[in-house]
């Protein structure tokens, strides 16, 4: 049988017990799946997208894939940034935005259970009105799914304080791909029987399994009022050794997010945004009952590092402030196409990762706008291809890329590590053995194996080249 009659085969399969809807192979539609938000572009379409609304259908769709040896790719909304969920001809995208339900909330054990494809935000709001949230922040919280942040383990403006995505979920229920169905993690507080498969998947780019239900740990709103601290400084150096300054005084900021000088510079030319006279911003939030004490104290400590203080407790100039940080992708977008960075050093060496970032730049002659949470040392060096418009997605050009690599070997001699919250996928595939060594890399590729023995959940992606059946 020709490759073309097996798909014909699996399609005509697939269609068997999904909504008539629930297929796709137009090449024309499919088209979108190449890319996410990371500027990569898979070389080919992939061969069919599916759209289950329900475990069954995932369960049906994995064991035709699996039956067929066709690989499948997990992908909710599409916002990743490691390329971690883009297809090529002879995969099939197993997309679970349908699947968008909040199945049940339990306010006495602090837990909502949900389908994967509904949008961080929208869950955050409907768990307002029952006095909860769900602490996961990442930037495109509007736009991403949960499942998405549970396979990337993503993280956002408020985990230095709140934790990342794995500190937030109970359980998972995960589809293998051989279409058998498990349930890893508790539902309850404590639990410690066998490995933990759960912390396991979290994180795992859709390589182990396709998540389809998650039990996910909520807290009670925050009380108290929020204070928004927004601190100009003169160089980029005095703004990163003010936010280690913070951590070193014992304080934890629900927020503390720091602007170099070129984004600065580029954010004020695409909002109007007045930074008064500093080339550095510092944004800082602290929050509960202790918030304004906490912050007059902070205050204290950037304006012994030189910082212009603005201090705020009123809902919409904290509003404006935030604004500025989530404005910061959409500045350089306007610029051109962006490949977003995510290395993860020590807090303590902050100041100096800029500064050798500064230095790439001055070798390199590529300018490298630079965002970071300062909370936790995870910085986003952006690289803008101009004249390329984003929706466009056109390979990013090599010298590019080999600044970046310098950027990821600085990121490691500084101790830390390739990606603190985007994921490897395929954009940082060709690094991950420099940070894991040879040992823990093999050890990662036969954990992959027992999962997926013939290699069909996201083949290529976070090892390169992808291990063989």
Same mark, same amino acid.
């Given at each position: &049988? =020709?490759?073309?009659? %097996?798909?014909?085969?699996?399609?005509?399969?697939?269609?068997?017990?999904?909504?008539?809807?629930?297929?796709?192979?137009?090449?024309?539609?499919?088209?979108?799946? #190449?890319?996410?938000?990371?500027?990569?572009?898979?070389?080919?379409?992939? =061969?069919?997208?599916?759209?289950?609304?329900?475990?069954?259908?995932?369960?049906?769709?994995?064991?035709?894939?699996?039956?067929?040896?066709? !690989? &499948?790719?997990?992908?909710?909304?599409?916002?990743?940034?490691?390329? =971690?969920?883009?297809?090529?001809?002879?995969?099939? &995208?197993?997309?679970?935005?349908?699947?968008?339900?909040?199945?049940?909330?339990? !306010?006495?054990?602090?837990?909502?259970?949900?389908?994967?494809?509904?949008? %961080?935000?929208?869950?955050?709001?409907?768990?307002?009105?029952?006095?909860?949230?769900?602490? !996961?922040?990442?930037?495109?919280?509007?736009?991403?799914?949960?499942?998405? $942040?549970?396979?990337?383990?993503?993280?956002?403006?408020?985990?230095?304080?709140?934790?990342?995505?794995?500190?937030?979920?109970?359980?998972?229920?995960?589809?293998?791909?051989?279409?058998?169905?498990?349930?890893?993690?508790?539902?309850?507080?404590?639990?410690?029987?066998?490995?933990?498969?759960?912390?396991?998947?979290?994180?795992?780019?859709?390589?182990?399994?396709? *998540?389809?239900?998650?039990?996910?740990?909520?807290?009670?709103?925050?009380?108290?009022?929020?204070?928004?601290?927004?601190?100009?400084?003169?160089?980029?150096?005095?703004?990163?050794?003010?936010?280690?300054? +913070?951590?070193?005084?014992?304080?934890?900021?629900?927020? &503390?997010?720091?602007?170099?000088?070129?984004? +600065?510079?580029? +954010?004020?030319?695409?909002?109007?945004?007045?930074?008064?006279?500093?080339?550095?911003?510092?944004? *800082?939030?602290?929050?509960?009952?202790?918030?304004?004490?906490?912050?007059?104290?902070?205050?204290?400590?950037?304006?012994?590092?030189?910082?212009?203080?603005?201090?705020?407790? /009123?809902?919409?100039?904290? #509003?404006?402030? +935030?604004?500025?940080?989530?404005?910061?992708?959409?500045?350089?977008?306007?610029?051109?196409?962006?490949?977003?960075?995510?290395?993860?050093?020590?807090?303590?060496?902050?100041?100096?990762?800029?500064?050798?970032?500064?230095?790439?730049?001055?070798?390199?002659?590529?300018?490298?706008?630079?965002?970071?949470?300062?909370?936790?040392?995870?910085?986003?060096?952006?690289?803008?291809?101009?004249?390329?418009?984003?929706?466009?997605?056109?390979?990013? !050009?090599?010298?590019?890329?080999?600044?970046?690599? #310098?950027?990821?070997?600085?990121?490691?001699?500084?101790?830390?590590?390739?990606?603190?919250?985007?994921?490897?996928?395929?954009?940082?595939?060709?690094?991950?053995? /420099?940070?894991?060594? /040879?040992?823990?890399?093999?050890?990662?590729? $036969?954990?992959?194996?027992?999962?997926?023995?013939?290699?069909?959940?996201?083949?290529?992606?976070?090892?390169?080249?992808?291990?063989?059946?």
């Amino acid at each position: &049988m =020709s490759t073309t009659e %097996n798909f014909s085969t699996v399609l005509a399969e697939l269609r068997d017990q999904l909504p008539a809807d629930a297929v796709v192979d137009d090449p024309r539609a499919l088209s979108v799946y #190449q890319y996410d938000r990371s500027g990569h572009l898979s070389d080919t379409v992939p =061969s069919a997208a599916v759209f289950p609304r329900t475990v069954e259908e995932v369960q049906h769709i994995a064991r035709v894939c699996f039956h067929h040896r066709i !690989p &499948m790719v997990p992908r909710g909304a599409g916002t990743g940034l490691a390329g =971690s969920a883009i297809g090529s001809t002879g995969e099939i &995208m197993v997309c679970t935005d349908r699947m968008n339900q909040i199945l049940q909330l339990q !306010p006495e054990n602090r837990s909502v259970t949900v389908q994967p494809g509904i949008l %961080n935000g929208e869950l955050n709001t409907y768990l307002a009105t029952q006095g909860f949230w769900w602490p !996961p922040d990442p930037a495109s919280k509007d736009i991403s799914t949960v499942g998405g $942040n549970i396979s990337m383990n993503a993280g956002g403006l408020l985990c230095a304080k709140y934790g990342v995505t794995r500190e937030a979920v109970l359980s998972l229920q995960v589809v293998l791909a051989d279409g058998s169905l498990i349930t890893v993690g508790h539902h309850t507080v404590k639990g410690v029987t066998g490995y933990d498969l759960c912390a396991l998947l979290i994180g795992s780019e859709g390589t182990l399994g396709i *998540i389809v239900e998650a039990t996910l740990k909520i807290r009670p709103l925050t009380p108290g009022t929020t204070v928004t601290l927004g601190a100009s400084f003169p160089t980029v150096t005095d703004a990163a050794e003010a936010a280690s300054a +913070v951590t070193r005084h014992g304080h934890t900021p629900a927020m &503390m997010e720091l602007l170099d000088d070129l984004t +600065v510079a580029l +954010v004020t030319e695409h909002t109007g945004e007045n930074f008064g006279s500093g080339n550095s911003f510092l944004l *800082i939030q602290t929050d509960g009952p202790a918030a304004a004490t906490e912050a007059e104290e902070i205050g204290a400590i950037l304006t012994d590092h030189q910082a212009e203080l603005t201090i705020t407790d /009123d809902p919409e100039e904290s #509003q404006r402030l +935030v604004g500025i940080r989530r404005s910061v992708f959409p500045s350089l977008e306007a610029k051109g196409q962006l490949l977003v960075e995510d290395i993860a050093v020590p807090r303590s060496t902050m100041a100096e990762a800029f500064a050798r970032i500064r230095d790439l730049e001055q070798a390199s002659g590529i300018k490298i706008p630079t965002a970071c949470h300062a909370g936790d040392g995870n910085l986003h060096p952006v690289f803008v291809v101009e004249g390329q418009d984003h929706g466009q997605n056109r390979e990013v !050009p090599e010298a590019i890329w080999d600044v970046a690599g #310098q950027v990821f070997t600085m990121a490691l001699e500084l101790g830390g590590t390739l990606t603190g919250e985007h994921g490897v996928g395929v954009l940082k595939s060709r690094w991950l053995r /420099d940070e894991l060594g /040879d040992v823990q890399y093999r050890l990662q590729q $036969n954990i992959k194996a027992a999962f997926d023995p013939h290699n069909l959940m996201n083949p290529g992606k976070v090892f390169r080249p992808a291990p063989t059946a």
